[in-house]
């Protein structure tokens, strides 16, 4: 039986050596476009890449996908995070765990994966051949034969028994026609992690400035998050902003990713408490200067920019502070609004919803429920997750799922 696996991935080296593993006489190949492999596995997490996140249980695991929750609540009770912490920890891999629950290699180094799945590769005898772009797939003529023929874009075809598609996330529709020409239905692709640009913020300058609680939500939907917030050259990143974006990727790309983002850069105190306190300093500190020492644990740039913002003199002493000053500098502290136009990517790590229709795939072994024989894993699919170790977590799961049913007779 030869087994091609489309895409060097992530997820596709995963399903390759799962295969390999599970159905021994197999022979099983690996075919990416690029000049080599598991390339988004190298850029990971700045190059440490963030393997997977701090297992816990399914219930509160599975909250971290916006989209594929469903299908991903049966597959992770068969390869969870803690079943993707001991392969790679049974392969020679330790991974640690961070503060905010990302997992990383101890090594902080992406190549400590990359090569452990190549040498898994090599061990379980997959042939790996790059530079290798697929331009569709058809049928085999021979009915004893394989069933798959595999037409590339430079070459001869290749002829397959099984067939399992790893391609990963496309960031226009036009790039799964090949697989909707065979009646997969798609929802279409759009950017799933990304930054928030806000033009002619006042914070611009404060480039590199974070706080690590922030409540950010966006004006007019129900979506909010609260956590990290790091202002950048172009307006707002960090773990808030991404996760946020995550969750609304479909309606702020209908937006055209025009909103209103409002801030409570202090989330534990209402608008009352924070004005309270600043009447505080007024009275117990009457001779600071406040733009002198910053308050509620703030860094001293970003106090000084609120406080500038608030129309709030430099010179101005907490005791001479108009009740009107100190009211401005309380909405900017617990209502910040931005004007939001525009994305950024984050980093170089593309990840887009959308994808093959999870209503096409069989649950239980990722098999196209169109085309017997075709199995999916990882982005290609209709399944994203949320900035920290969660998306490569769908695609150890999904790789293993279809490359432990794709062998089956």
Not at 2 to 13: K, L, N, Q, S, T
Not at 130 to 147: E, H, L, N, Q, Y
Not at 293 to 300: E, N, T
Request: a positive charge; hydrophobic letters at 40%; aromatic letters at 10%.
């Amino acid at each position: 039986m030869h087994i091609v696996i489309i895409g060097g991935g992530a997820a596709g080296f995963f399903a390759a050596i799962t295969a390999a593993e599970t159905y021994p006489k197999a022979r099983v190949t690996i075919l990416e476009k690029n000049r080599s492999v598991l390339n988004k596995v190298r850029i990971s997490g700045g190059g440490r890449c963030n393997v997977t996140h701090s297992p816990s249980e399914l219930r509160y695991f599975i909250k971290n996908y916006p989209r594929g929750a469903r299908l991903l609540k049966k597959l992770l009770t068969q390869f969870d995070a803690q079943a993707t912490v001991d392969w790679f920890q049974n392969r020679g891999v330790k991974l640690k765990t961070e503060p905010d629950g990302r997992m990383f290699p101890v090594t902080d180094s992406s190549e400590t994966i990359i090569d452990c799945l190549m040498r898994a590769a090599q061990r379980a005898g997959i042939q790996v051949l790059t530079s290798t772009g697929v331009k569709t797939f058809g049928w085999s003529d021979a009915p004893a034969g394989p069933r798959f023929v595999i037409h590339l874009l430079e070459g001869a075809p290749i002829q397959a028994d099984r067939l399992l598609i790893a391609t990963g996330g496309q960031p226009q529709r036009s790039g799964f026609d090949w697989l909707s020409s065979h009646g997969h239905a798609i929802e279409s692709p759009v950017p799933s992690l990304f930054t928030f640009n806000t033009p002619g913020n006042y914070l611009l300058p404060l480039a590199g400035v974070a706080v690590q609680d922030a409540f950010v939500r966006i004006q007019g939907t129900k979506h909010e998050w609260r956590g990290p917030l790091l202002v950048t050259h172009w307006g707002f990143s960090g773990p808030a902003v991404l996760k946020l974006s995550a969750w609304g990727a479909r309606e702020l790309a209908e937006n055209n990713y025009q909103f209103t983002c409002k801030i409570n850069w202090l989330p534990d105190l209402n608008e009352q408490q924070v004005r309270e306190l600043l009447m505080a300093d007024k009275a117990n500190t009457p001779k600071q200067q406040i733009h002198s020492h910053a308050r509620f644990g703030l860094p001293l740039r970003l106090w000084k920019a609120f406080a500038e913002q608030a129309e709030i003199p430099d010179t101005l002493r907490w005791g001479d502070a108009p009740h009107k000053a100190l009211n401005r500098l309380t909405e900017l502290l617990t209502n910040s609004q931005f004007e939001v136009k525009g994305k950024s990517t984050y980093k170089e790590e593309f990840v887009t919803c959308g994808g093959i229709s999870l209503s096409d795939i069989d649950a239980a072994t990722l098999e196209s429920r169109q085309v017997p024989g075709l199995y999916f894993a990882g982005e290609v699919l209709d399944i994203d997750g949320i900035t920290g170790g969660f998306n490569f977590q769908s695609a150890w799961t999904t790789g293993y799922i279809a490359g432990r049913a794709v062998g089956r007779s």
